[in-house]
């Protein structure tokens, strides 16, 4: 089972990882919402006025933009803030710090020069991915899913039309430009509740009259609140 980004509290939804979902064989089969706590690493326990090159994953360089204009020095984006630690420790310019976990710090052998250095608390949801789907259930479940509506005024707004008339609360709506066309877009959506639950099998029922294409990413049990 493999563990992806799915959300985070500041910057909304991954969507990188609504695509990989979209476009390959694996199902959602658990979630779980962890804070982040952004430090600045380095080779050597140098002070921060003595960094010049900065690396790290984009959105952590927005999450930490204090710190990235009070040093005024050089940003280099890397794919994960794990990638940057890494590179640092590989390099060996000593003026050089990344944007990491104190996980990273420990993995990498580099230094802490600096702790908690984010703009504000953040947190990301991540979701565990498995090429099988889970059929189990319990009191308090979450289902994921995408769809494509008719191209056609007010289909939209018909399609979810079913979730609030039956209940269903409504975690997350996503919307992804489709690959391979042209201004055509899906929703990627997260509800409260279990595809076997009665209210959930009938609004599905009523929401493919408004839809073209409805797939289920998973089904797995909710850890919190968002």
Avoid at 48 to 71: G, I, M, W, Y
Avoid at 118 to 133: C, K, L, N, Q, S
Avoid at 162 to 178: A, D, E, K, T, W
Wanted: charged fraction near 20%; hydrophobic fraction near 40%.
């Amino acid at each position: 089972m493999g563990v992806l980004p799915i959300e985070n509290s500041l910057h909304g939804p991954v969507a990188e990882t609504h695509d990989l979902l979209y476009e390959a064989p694996l199902s959602i089969v658990s979630e779980v919402t962890l804070p982040i706590v952004h430090c600045l690493l380095a080779r050597n326990p140098i002070q921060t006025s003595e960094v010049k090159t900065l690396r790290s994953n984009p959105v952590a360089f927005d999450q930490c933009r204090d710190l990235v204009h009070a040093l005024g020095v050089r940003c280099i984006p890397t794919a994960t803030t794990a990638d940057a630690a890494r590179e640092i420790a590989e390099n060996d310019d000593p003026t050089e710090a990344a944007i990491a976990s104190v996980a990273a710090a420990e993995r990498f052998g580099l230094h802490v020069i600096a702790t908690d250095v984010g703009d504000h608390a953040a947190f990301t949801r991540f979701v565990g991915i498995a090429p099988h789907t889970r059929v189990d259930r319990g009191a308090r479940w979450r289902t994921a899913l995408s769809f494509v509506t008719d191209h056609q005024p007010g289909s939209l707004y018909h399609a979810l039309g079913p979730f609030h008339r039956h209940g269903l609360n409504l975690v997350q709506l996503v919307s992804r430009p489709i690959p391979q066309s042209t201004f055509r877009y899906r929703f990627d959506m997260v509800l409260d509740g279990h595809p076997l639950d009665a209210e959930l099998q009938t609004a599905l029922a009523e929401m493919r009259e408004w839809t073209r294409e409805v797939r289920i990413f998973g089904s797995y049990p909710a850890t919190g609140d968002h």
